[in-house]
């Protein structure tokens, strides 16, 4: 270990290694990659490390929640008196086993499930503290979808309004293809669920639903509902992570268009073999027609017809997470199994999925941070990351840091051939647009 970190700081340089900067390991306490790895991620997420640390300077004595663990942990690698090393988020860890059940284990947990959880508690959190109320999100309910795998049937009992959302309240997710309304046609529609962790369920049961149905391209995670209207007023964690999706829908026979917007922390997106993530993108936003079962229920028409339909891009987030759905659930295996289609994710994006109206359609993102699954299939296998700070490239195991060079990225592009076999693929990637660096 020690020689490790002497290592690392011998080979970026005493006189190169950033000012004020710390690479610190985090210990793994059975399992606990998952969580290592997004957290290394978020910490070198700029906005979204100054606003957890401005919390812990706001907050002398703060009620311990999971937030209060996160920013005690990110102020204790801030402040390390060595450059390098390790540090062990035992009080962190401890917080989240009790804070959701799911993660109380030392099994293998998906690492985006674990993101959609923490960004939406601390979320959750913020807005709690401002309405001076007790943080009750573990009873709230909002909480409770993540391995129920129940997502599609209880999708449209929570109408949610967000701030900037038109009425969503008829846009459940169901994914029984019974309802014949729009609103099950389309898995991006799982963002207005008001679950805040309703597609977490990814690997257990909501997303593996929408994968087997072969219509699906993409979802987006559901936003919490703000309860609110003192809580309208955007949080921090809105103003780093939140995007606006907007829908819209083409009645084919009176060509009237409505169109409906909605809320994200991250996009979902398939993933095709040889691509690049602006391929995954584009498919994101391809039109899509409703017909048959699926058909639209026009105001116009005031009946159902068949529709066109297409989601974009409306608001740009200030951080872009994407997350590359890996792992399919394969009808003939009764599994989920990981899919390591080569997937290119490039150093600077632009999107081009944007509307018409989009507010900042030309914002330039640069990938900031990217984790990674090794391994063969979800319930197995290892998380790491690599980060970019100060123009070098580090990749995080767990409690070892390394520098890479930016040519290792594409190592964990995907596999062109043997796509079932072990791989070090991109997971969740982090990208951070420019004009906020
Ligand atoms: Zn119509």
Same mark, same amino acid.
């Given at each position: 270990?020690?020689?490790?970190?002497?290592?690392?700081?011998?080979?970026?340089?005493?006189?190169?290694?950033?000012?004020?900067?710390?690479?610190?390991? #985090?210990? %793994?306490?059975?399992?606990?990659?998952?969580?290592?790895?997004?957290?290394?991620?978020?910490?070198?997420?700029?906005?979204?490390?100054?606003?957890?640390?401005?919390?812990?300077?706001?907050?002398?004595?703060?009620?311990?929640? =999971?937030?209060?663990? =996160?920013?005690?942990?990110?102020?204790?690698?801030?402040?390390?008196?060595?450059?390098?090393?390790?540090?062990?988020?035992?009080?962190?860890?401890?917080? #989240?086993?009790?804070?959701?059940?799911?993660?109380?284990?030392?099994?293998?947990?998906?690492?985006?499930?674990?993101?959609?959880?923490?960004?939406?508690?601390?979320?959750?959190?913020?807005?709690?503290?401002?309405?001076?109320?007790?943080?009750?999100?573990?009873?709230?309910?909002?909480?409770?979808?993540?391995?129920?795998?129940?997502?599609?049937?209880?999708?449209?009992?929570?109408?949610?309004?967000?701030?900037?959302?038109?009425?969503?309240?008829?846009?459940?997710?169901?994914?029984?293809?019974?309802? /014949? !309304?729009?609103?099950?046609? %389309?898995?991006?529609? &799982?963002?207005?669920?008001? /679950?805040?962790? /309703?597609?977490?369920?990814? =690997?257990?049961? &909501?997303?593996?639903?929408?994968?087997?149905?072969?219509?699906?391209?993409?979802?987006?995670?559901?936003?919490?509902?703000?309860?609110?209207?003192?809580? !309208?007023?955007?949080?921090?964690?809105?103003?780093?992570?939140?995007?606006?999706?907007? !829908?819209? &829908?083409?009645?084919?026979?009176?060509?009237?268009?409505?169109?409906?917007?909605?809320?994200?922390?991250?996009?979902?997106?398939?993933?095709?073999?040889?691509?690049?993530?602006?391929?995954?993108?584009?498919?994101?936003?391809?039109?899509?027609?409703?017909?048959?079962? /699926?058909?639209?229920?026009?105001? %116009?028409?005031?009946?159902?017809?068949?529709?066109?339909?297409?989601?974009?891009?409306?608001?740009?987030?200030?951080?872009?997470?994407?997350?590359?759905?890996?792992?399919?659930?394969?009808?003939?295996?009764?599994?989920?199994?990981?899919?390591?289609?080569?997937?290119?994710?490039? =150093?600077?994006?632009?999107?081009?999925?944007?509307?018409?109206?989009?507010?900042?359609?030309?914002?330039?993102?640069?990938?900031?941070?990217?984790?990674?699954?090794?391994?063969?299939?979800?319930?197995?296998?290892?998380?790491? !990351?690599?980060?970019?700070?100060?123009?070098?490239?580090?990749?995080?195991?767990?409690?070892?840091?390394?520098?890479?060079?930016?040519?290792?990225?594409?190592?964990?592009?995907?596999?062109?051939?043997?796509?079932?076999?072990?791989?070090?693929?991109?997971?969740?990637?982090?990208?951070?647009?420019?004009?906020?660096?």
């Amino acid at each position: 270990m020690g020689a490790n970190v002497s290592q690392l700081e011998r080979e970026i340089g005493t006189d190169l290694f950033p000012p004020n900067e710390h690479y610190f390991g #985090l210990v %793994n306490f059975g399992n606990t990659c998952y969580s290592n790895s997004v957290l290394q991620a978020l910490y070198f997420c700029k906005p979204f490390r100054e606003k957890v640390l401005e919390y812990k300077a706001k907050n002398k004595r703060p009620k311990e929640t =999971l937030l209060s663990c =996160l920013a005690d942990l990110f102020y204790s690698i801030a402040t390390q008196k060595k450059k390098v090393g390790s540090i062990a988020p035992k009080k962190f860890i401890t917080r #989240l086993r009790k804070e959701k059940e799911e993660f109380d284990n030392y099994m293998q947990q998906d690492a985006h499930e674990f993101l959609n959880f923490l960004i939406n508690h601390i979320n959750e959190i913020i807005l709690a503290e401002r309405n001076a109320g007790p943080v009750n999100s573990n009873n709230n309910g909002n909480n409770s979808h993540g391995k129920s795998g129940a997502g599609g049937a209880s999708g449209g009992t929570s109408a949610v309004h967000l701030p900037g959302s038109k009425s969503n309240s008829s846009h459940s997710n169901s994914t029984t293809n019974s309802t /014949n !309304s729009n609103s099950n046609s %389309n898995s991006n529609s &799982t963002t207005t669920n008001g /679950n805040s962790s /309703n597609s977490t369920g990814s =690997l257990n049961g &909501t997303t593996s639903v929408l994968d087997g149905s072969g219509i699906l391209t993409a979802t987006t995670t559901p936003i919490l509902p703000t309860t609110n209207g003192a809580n !309208s007023e955007p949080t921090w964690v809105h103003e780093i992570f939140q995007g606006i999706l907007t !829908s819209e &829908t083409r009645c084919l026979n009176c060509e009237t268009v409505s169109s409906k917007d909605e809320n994200f922390f991250d996009l979902q997106v398939d993933v095709d073999q040889n691509t690049s993530i602006t391929h995954c993108l584009r498919c994101f936003s391809n039109t899509e027609t409703l017909c048959s079962d /699926n058909k639209f229920k026009c105001d %116009n028409c005031c009946s159902y017809q068949e529709a066109q339909k297409r989601m974009r891009v409306k608001k740009l987030p200030m951080i872009l997470a994407l997350h590359l759905k890996r792992f399919k659930y394969m009808e003939q295996f009764n599994r989920h199994i990981k899919v390591s289609h080569r997937v290119v994710f490039p =150093l600077e994006l632009r999107l081009f999925n944007t509307s018409d109206d989009a507010v900042n359609p030309d914002r330039l993102y640069d990938l900031t941070a990217v984790v990674i699954h090794c391994g063969s299939g979800p319930n197995r296998g290892h998380y790491i !990351s690599i980060v970019k700070s100060h123009g070098l490239w580090l990749l995080f195991d767990d409690d070892m840091v390394d520098k890479i060079e930016a040519s290792t990225i594409e190592d964990f592009y995907g596999l062109t051939s043997d796509i079932h076999k072990s791989s070090e693929t991109g997971y969740i990637l982090f990208y951070q647009s420019r004009d906020c660096a």
